[in-house]
């Protein structure tokens, strides 16, 4: 149980800041599809007998290598693209459960996530991609915000702004990897993006947004855990519920619902409402 | 101490293509410190291909480029942009957006710090001074995407200024504003000209939308039609040709207006 709390929390830290690029750069279906990839990688690697996690970081960095230029050059409509690319990766995983023989425990467990019997090899991984995502954010920081405001804009005034954005598609691809098999090959998505679009109905600082984030993340794995300990129901899941709870409340609690009444008076400069 | 005749940008024979569309078909362009120029022609006649070749943004399948006294390649893209403002049409920015006025301009500042550098007391003096210049001292501290077409173009405005750029560009900055914020961005793009002497590109294919220019630059079909000083080249005759269909000028309050 110790070992869960833990990594409730450092998944759960890392899963809700990478959500943090994908919510603001509005790239929710290239996470999706970045932890198909991965959940996709983790079978192949049970199947042929090699470490799942490998497989998964292969296969998720190699989808982000995929999608990351057609986001960028806009060479045709990147929908299309990441559509094609995630059925391929849901086929493709659903090919190799089907391929293994006998039970496929191994399988059902990578796609439901085990937080109650993780190993202190899963807890190390997660927290270095957790101290590493929390320290590329604060050493970055400015870069991020740039990037992640607007890409034209950053690379206009100077910023690597391509090599950010591949970093970030990557860092969450690792944050995906080493998370997948506590939470879930299927429901880490939900912890990418529900604690993060959760805190941005709620502020108007990217600080506040990180840390919120990161709140209601490990909020989500903590209580996710109670309960499910409590009822003895499967922890994954009830995770996903709690995040999404935690979405609904901060959307109805929103101030930035309000947004659309505002009006621009008494600046000076506005320019005449339509 | 740069001399007031230097040659900033250099663009030789410059061919640009995406795919099979050819977009800049040979084109050459010298532009000298503290020359306005204005850059006009009908959608599609590689306006903003040129632009994108000054910022290193885009790319050049043959010709050369030289800015700032430097040849342009992929290694020294990324310096050469940060001495370059660029300022492109108002953006869809979502209204949630978490990052206000200030922390838009102060990117402006993010590509010469470079990485791993906080901005000091000096860039956060900038940011202040290119907020007020802009007008917008009152929203600094205002989410972003709260403001109005013509509030946000300011703000990027002072963001490119921010940059303390050796040359600016505009790209269309006034499509999609009122008439009223149109105005007031073209006469504080022409207030910042009269005052720093910056060097300015300004791309528009409206002519209504064309501030007094040193150079006017016609474009069609990728190629530089002809250009020379606003009054020879903004005339009747010679706009219709341009855009393949009768113009019409008229002067009112001093100001020439277009009619089409």
Redesign the interface.
């Known amino acids: 149980m110790q070992n869960a709390i833990l990594a409730a929390f450092l998944g759960g830290v890392a899963c809700s800041t990478v959500g943090v690029f994908v919510v603001m750069m509005r790239i929710s279906f290239i996470g999706v599809c970045l932890s198909h990839a991965a959940f996709a990688g983790a079978l192949l690697g049970a199947l042929v007998g090699f470490n799942p996690v490998v497989g998964a970081f292969a296969f998720s960095l190699l989808a982000a290598a995929v999608i990351g230029p057609l986001a960028d050059r806009g060479e045709f409509n990147p929908d299309t693209a990441i559509g094609i690319l995630f059925s391929l990766m849901l086929g493709l995983a659903f090919l190799f459960m089907g391929l293994m023989p006998g039970p496929r425990t191994q399988a059902l467990g990578l796609l439901w996530g085990s937080i109650l019997t993780v190993t202190n090899a899963d807890l190390i991984l997660l927290a270095v991609v957790c101290a590493s995502v929390v320290a590329l954010v604060v050493l970055f920081f400015k870069e991020i915000q740039a990037v992640t405001f607007h890409r034209e804009v950053a690379m206009a005034v100077g910023i690597p702004a391509s090599a950010i954005f591949y970093a970030l598609l990557f860092l969450t691809g690792a944050t995906i990897t080493a998370s997948f098999r506590t939470i879930g090959g299927l429901l880490i998505f939900s912890l990418i993006i529900n604690p993060a679009a959760a805190a941005y109905q709620l502020t108007y600082s990217m600080k506040r947004l990180f840390c919120l984030s990161a709140l209601f993340g490990v909020l989500s794995g903590w209580l996710g855990l109670l309960i499910s300990y409590l009822f003895n129901i499967p922890s994954g899941a009830v995770i996903i519920v709690v995040s999404t709870l935690i979405f609904a409340v901060a959307t109805i609690f929103s101030p930035k619902r309000k947004v659309k009444g505002l009006s621009n008076v008494g600046t000076g400069f506005s320019s005449a409402a339509d | 101490m740069a001399r007031a005749d230097e040659v900033v940008i250099e663009i030789e024979d410059a061919v640009v293509s995406y795919?099979e569309d050819v977009a800049l078909r040979g084109v050459s362009l010298t532009v000298r410190r503290g020359e306005f120029v204005g850059i006009i022609g009908p959608n599609g006649a590689g306006k903003t291909t040129l632009l994108t070749l000054v910022?290193g943004?885009g790319r050049l399948l043959s010709g050369r480029v030289r800015v700032l006294g430097k040849p342009l390649a992929p290694r020294n893209a990324?310096?050469?942009?940060?001495?370059?403002g660029?300022v492109?049409q108002v953006?869809d920015?979502d209204?949630?957006?978490?990052?206000?006025v200030r922390?838009?301009v102060?990117?402006?500042r993010?590509?010469?710090?470079g990485?791993?550098h906080?901005?000091t007391q000096a860039d956060r003096d900038v940011v202040e001074r290119m907020i007020e210049l802009v007008?917008?001292s009152?929203?600094a501290d205002r989410?972003i995407?709260?403001?109005?077409?013509?509030?946000q173009q300011?703000t990027?405005i002072a963001?490119a200024l921010a940059?303390e750029p050796d040359i600016f560009l505009l790209d269309e900055p006034t499509a999609f504003?009122?008439w009223?914020?149109q105005r007031?961005i073209l006469d504080l793009v022409q207030e910042i000209h009269r005052r720093q002497r910056l060097t300015t590109l300004f791309v528009t294919h409206d002519l209504n939308a064309l501030p007094r220019c040193d150079r006017v630059v016609l474009m069609k079909d990728g190629l530089i039609q002809g250009e020379g000083r606003a009054g020879a080249v903004l005339r009747n005759e010679v706009l219709s040709e341009l855009y393949g269909t009768p113009i019409t000028l008229i002067e009112h309050a001093g100001r020439q207006v277009v009619l089409s």
């Open positions: 795919r910022n943004l990324h310096h050469i942009r940060t001495r370059v660029y492109a953006q920015i209204p949630r957006m978490p990052i206000t922390e838009v102060m990117i402006g993010y590509g010469r710090l990485p791993f906080r901005p007008g917008m009152p929203l989410p995407g709260h403001l109005s077409g013509g509030e300011r990027a963001r940059q504003l009122d009223r914020a007031e």
